[in-house]
């Protein structure tokens, strides 16, 4: 069996978000639509392993071994929700990690599961660009390791119209690329915000000059620097999605009780239908809102 060790509470807390809303929908829309399919863009194993340290003996207590858990990933949540998704597609670009869902898969023969190789970025456009979705709604979980989506693979989610989307944005990889001082931005820098944000007006409208002076009062220079902190980095995140997007919820920051935040959870609802995106968001919030007093 393929260990993948990653997460806290805030993965518990994630996953128990996204599966809130995954029983919702398949509820809510079994007798409306002839389809409904459940998308994992960065699958993983279909399971996670966490690791509890070892407890040292004491005079009143024996200890405990380290002992390894397994616990279920967004994959295996998916499969075992009621009522069922009719297709499920997992797509992930790790060799062991496909197998592991291979492995998955074979042991649920019953179920309509296709385990996708590939890049996620060029699986879902691919995916979506073979489908008409008139027929077809689907929940889509983008839960990349970093800065991994391009913008331009939410737009083509965006464009169908037809899939709600969990999107764990990287807050904190936005603002280590996004440098205080624009001095500091290089090339590189430049390409992931453009790739991930679907513009390159960020720079022109997060950064602003800055007179700096010297002892004396004089006027040393004009430099650039980006003043937007967490809070407001996010808020132009959510601008931006809401470009493409029917509706976007404020996000779930995570983790929920520490600082510095690291990720921001977005719901992102692609419907452009006034009653579907009441609905959509109306639930949304209500297990958002759950999550944050949990």
């Not at 509470?9 to 639509?33: C, D, G, M, P, W």
């Not at 693979?153 to 119209?161: E, G, P, R, V, Y």
Request: net charge neutral.
């Amino acid at each position: 069996m393929t260990d993948h060790e990653f997460g806290d509470q805030h993965t518990e807390l994630k996953l128990s978000i996204v599966e809130k809303y995954l029983h919702f929908f398949t509820t809510a829309l079994r007798n409306k639509f002839p389809q409904l399919w459940y998308i994992d863009a960065f699958a993983g194993t279909g399971y996670r392993t966490v690791r509890h340290e070892a407890i040292p003996a004491s005079l009143i207590d024996a200890g405990e071994p380290e002992r390894i858990e397994r616990r279920r990933g967004s994959a295996k949540i998916a499969i075992d929700v009621t009522p069922r998704f009719d297709f499920l597609v997992f797509i992930e670009n790790k060799p062991s990690y496909v197998r592991a869902l291979e492995d998955l898969r074979a042991r649920h023969p019953d179920r309509r599961i296709t385990v996708v190789k590939n890049d996620a970025n060029e699986g879902l456009k691919s995916l979506l660009a073979s489908n008409s979705w008139r027929s077809t709604r689907a929940v889509l979980f983008l839960d990349p390791y970093g800065m991994e989506v391009d913008w331009s693979t939410l737009a083509a989610i965006a464009k169908t119209q037809a899939i709600d989307v969990w999107y764990l944005f990287s807050l904190a990889g936005f603002y280590r690329q996004a440098t205080r001082d624009h001095a500091d931005l290089d090339e590189d820098k430049r390409a992931a915000l453009t790739r991930m944000l679907g513009t390159d007006e960020w720079e022109r409208e997060l950064y602003s000059a800055n007179t700096t002076y010297d002892l004396f009062g004089g006027d040393e220079g004009v430099s650039l620097r980006r003043e937007a902190d967490m809070v407001a980095l996010e808020a132009y995140a959510k601008r931006r999605l809401e470009t493409i997007f029917g509706a976007v919820l404020d996000p779930l920051p995570l983790p929920l009780h520490e600082r510095p935040q690291r990720f921001s959870l977005f719901f992102c609802i692609s419907s452009q239908n006034p009653a579907a995106i009441k609905l959509a968001r109306t639930v949304g919030n209500h297990i958002l809102k759950a999550g944050i007093s949990s």
